[in-house]
């Protein structure tokens, strides 16, 4: 009788519980951005951007492999993730080549881009400043945050044209502009948008594209240390501006997303590494 329920109970677990691809390959995706739009704050939205983004991508690579969210600081990540690039095996969401010394493509595999941005710089409204051009911030007290990259910025910060002080996030680097602890920062439209209406920085801040800088691509960043991963990324991501769930949620936030073509929407998963 034991063995009797024993076998039963093997029975309904294995028509009960949910359908596992032995192919599947399970990957850690990393979220550098600790903020809306890329996690959801107290508005109606229920989604950020970041897990939108996962929810999209496990829908186009079904079969083939399966991500799970991670949400750390920037610095963490280098620390923790991207010491060794040869070792790294997962996946990093929303970032630049240029954002972790990366400009050649070489240290990590990159897919195409997810969508474009453009960098602001953030100043206390009322200011009489006049940036022009990007030696009108010479002088000035610029803030960043720990672990970030500012290629044109930190390039006068080591030249001694600027002062740059550190904080934890976006929001505290806001707060000191409001505070006038710090001139300015920079950071990326959509972050702004998503953080400048606060009630307690509303009407106090202005922003300005910043001189000189061309719009940047937000894309994924793939570990080289798994077999077969950049493929199936590069095939995904090819699809995604196909995908209707994803297409509605970026538009929310205000993302440009590529367009959707015929050549996306047939584009074929790539056969995982045996």
Known sequence: MRGHRKWLCLLAWALFSPAVHPQDLAVTA????????????ESDRPTG???GLIKALNQELKGH??????????????????DDPASFAGVVLFLAPQFVGDTERSRWHWTAPLFQERHMLVFLAGTTLRIRQQSDLQGLRFGGVLGNRYPALD???QHGQMSRTDSGSELILLRNVALGRIDFTQMSELIYAGLSSRPELAGRLRAIPQPGQA???RRILVGRATPGLSALLDGAVMRL?????WQTLAREYGAQLPVCSSLAHSANPA???R
């Open 30 to 41: 990393y979220n550098s951005y600790v903020m809306p739009p890329f996690l959801a704050d």
């Open 49 to 51: 951007l970041a897990a």
């Open 65 to 82: 492999a399966r991500l799970t969210l991670e949400n750390l600081p920037r610095h963490r990540l280098l620390k923790l993730h991207l």
């Open 155 to 157: 390039d006068m910060v």
């Open 215 to 217: 719009p940047f691509e």
């Open 241 to 245: 501006p196909c995908n209707a769930q």
């Open 271 to 273: 056969e995982p590494a």
